[in-house]
């Protein structure tokens, strides 16, 4: 596709309810990234895939965050048991080969809103 | 983890003024990055510059590694320029500052 896409664009769950996420990133791009955005807040670094290699999950705050991506394309990111404190915009990115001085493609972001 | 501040928090222009927004880093990285967030949500990279001066039309980056800060400069601001500026440093993934909010007001 021409760009990162997100969906859904909006979610609005009960606490305590699992959730799926999924990004699509440029076609070729063979890193991904997952972001957190809280409210008037820089971005958050949750997850890094990098080709065939074990993912970074260093930045997951819990381990009821976890993500996937198959294939090396899509990726899902899963929040499980949800809390009001997961309220954010997750946001992903691609680069072409992860590298340091990739350029990071952004998706437009999934809202997400735990009543 | 990586510091990454970022100065003003927030900032109002006349359009056609210009602006310098400043990014600090706590320690030594490969490289760092300049992002615009539009007001709905859309992040773009402006820059890529790990040193040195770049210029892409009316904005400009300077890095200077060595003291760990990194600059961009506004020329001639547009009302399309109102968003947030973050600025974000690489060490194994990037790290993202809180941006800087601008304004510009017609």
């Known amino acids: 596709g021409a760009g990162v896409s997100q969906s859904p664009s909006n979610k609005v769950t009960e606490k305590g309810k699992d959730v799926e996420l999924r990004c699509d990133p440029i076609?070729?791009?063979?890193?991904l990234y997952w972001y957190r955005q809280s409210l008037g807040q820089g971005l958050e670094f949750l997850i890094y895939?990098?080709?065939?290699?074990?993912?970074?999950k260093s930045g997951l705050p819990s381990d009821r965050f976890s993500a996937e991506r198959t294939g090396g394309s899509v990726s899902t990111l899963t929040i499980q048991r949800t809390q009001q404190e997961d309220s954010a915009v997750y946001l992903c990115?691609?680069?072409?080969?992860?590298?340091?001085?990739?350029?990071?493609?952004f998706g437009p972001g999934t809202r997400l809103t735990v009543l | 983890g990586i510091q990454v501040e970022q100065s003003p928090p927030d900032l109002i222009l006349q359009e056609g003024a210009n602006s310098t927004l400043r990014c600090n880093f706590s320690d030594s990285v490969n490289n760092l990055q300049w992002f615009h967030q539009n007001p709905w949500g859309q992040l773009i990279n402006l820059f890529y510059?790990?040193?040195g001066t770049k210029q892409n039309g009316r904005l400009s980056a300077t890095t200077v590694a060595t003291e760990r800060y990194s600059l961009l400069y506004i020329s001639s601001s547009q009302t399309t320029d109102s968003g947030v500026y973050f600025c974000?440093?690489?060490?194994?993934?990037?790290?993202f500052g809180t941006g800087t909010r601008l304004t510009v007001i017609p």
């Open positions: 510059i790990p040193s």
């Open positions: 974000a440093v690489w060490a194994n993934n990037l790290f």
């Open positions: 990115a691609s680069t072409l080969s992860g590298g340091a001085g990739d350029t990071q493609y």
């Open positions: 895939f990098q080709g065939n290699s074990a993912p970074d």
């Open positions: 076609s070729g791009h063979t890193a």
